[in-house]
């Protein structure tokens, strides 16, 4: 991700100004938002026109206007980042749509390799266009609401709906090329267990005897389909077992069987410490992984 630091990126999802914030903070420099260009060019999206005044409150000036008498001149985004839930997918999936038909990224170009039967996926994303990146790839999650609400997911899933509508998706042998990150993909799983081999090396640098190895780490989530599939499959390099503990406050309700299955169902968080660390027989310090 280093090599896009200094490029036009843009950032999708929630509250949008909030997602510009967390990706300058992550170092890119140059943040662009689905808002922006609402806002410097209305027609983009005419459907969303009532909402011009709330996104003026917080959307910038393009950092590059977009010139499609002069593409070499215009706005080029260099790569797509959903970080979270979009709250107007309408929008969102009309520009991301724009930008992977575009030409090398280019705001307002539609690539001539588009449908291309000679070309590797036809054509599509075969031009220069930014990668996609989704940083979640849950369907459903928990709210206040009784029923679970689509996430994430949902949204990916309506987009590429749209992608599939538009290029012919599988029946033309067309993919959407993405990368899908979050649970419950491993590479999650691994920076997690990084962070906690690093942070049980911490707590336990100043005692003098051998540190040894991290023997278990409790998976705990309320989402069979990520949270418990991530805990069930991933294989640790260190040979950690990762125990999955479902909770009954979430996505999962109690009386339903959960596909995949974790390893002990609890009600809640609380249990669920309660059960790890009885499994644990933590009656005294030297008892601990």
Not at 9 to 28: I, L, P, Q, T, W
Not at 60 to 76: E, G, K, N, T, Y
Not at 228 to 244: E, M, R, V
Request: aromatic share 10%; glycine share 8%.
């Amino acid at each position: 991700m280093d090599d896009l630091k200094d490029k036009t990126v843009m950032v999708v999802g929630g509250v949008e100004d909030n997602c510009r914030k967390v990706a300058e903070a992550y170092g890119f420099k140059n943040v662009v938002i689905p808002g922006d260009i609402m806002v410097a060019h209305p027609d983009v999206w005419p459907f969303s026109q009532q909402l011009l005044s709330y996104y003026k409150t917080f959307t910038r000036p393009l950092p590059v206007p977009i010139d499609v008498d002069s593409p070499s001149r215009s706005l080029r985004i260099d790569a797509v980042f959903v970080y979270n839930d979009p709250r107007d997918w309408g929008l969102d999936a009309q520009i991301i749509k724009d930008v992977l038909l575009s030409e090398h990224g280019i705001v307002g170009t539609l690539s001539q390799k588009n449908g291309n039967p000679a070309l590797e996926n036809r054509g599509y994303q075969q031009d220069g266009q930014p990668p996609l990146y989704f940083s979640n790839p849950d369907l459903l999650w928990a709210a206040k609401y009784h029923l679970p609400r689509l996430g994430q997911g949902g949204f990916r899933e309506a987009f590429e709906g749209i992608w599939a509508a538009i290029t012919g998706g599988q029946t033309q042998g067309v993919k959407l090329q993405k990368v899908v990150m979050g649970k419950p993909h491993r590479p999650t799983y691994e920076f997690a267990e990084k962070r906690l081999i690093a942070h049980r090396h911490h707590l336990m640098q100043n005692y003098g005897s051998p540190l040894g190895h991290l023997k278990r780490v409790y998976m705990v989530g309320d989402n069979p389909a990520s949270d418990i599939a991530g805990g069930n499959n991933y294989q640790s390099p260190h040979g950690t077992d990762w125990a999955s503990v479902l909770v009954e406050t979430g996505v999962y309700k109690k009386g339903t069987t959960p596909s995949p299955e974790p390893r002990k169902v609890v009600s809640d968080v609380w249990d669920a410490v309660a059960w790890a660390v009885a499994q644990e027989k933590w009656a005294s310090s030297a008892d601990a992984p």
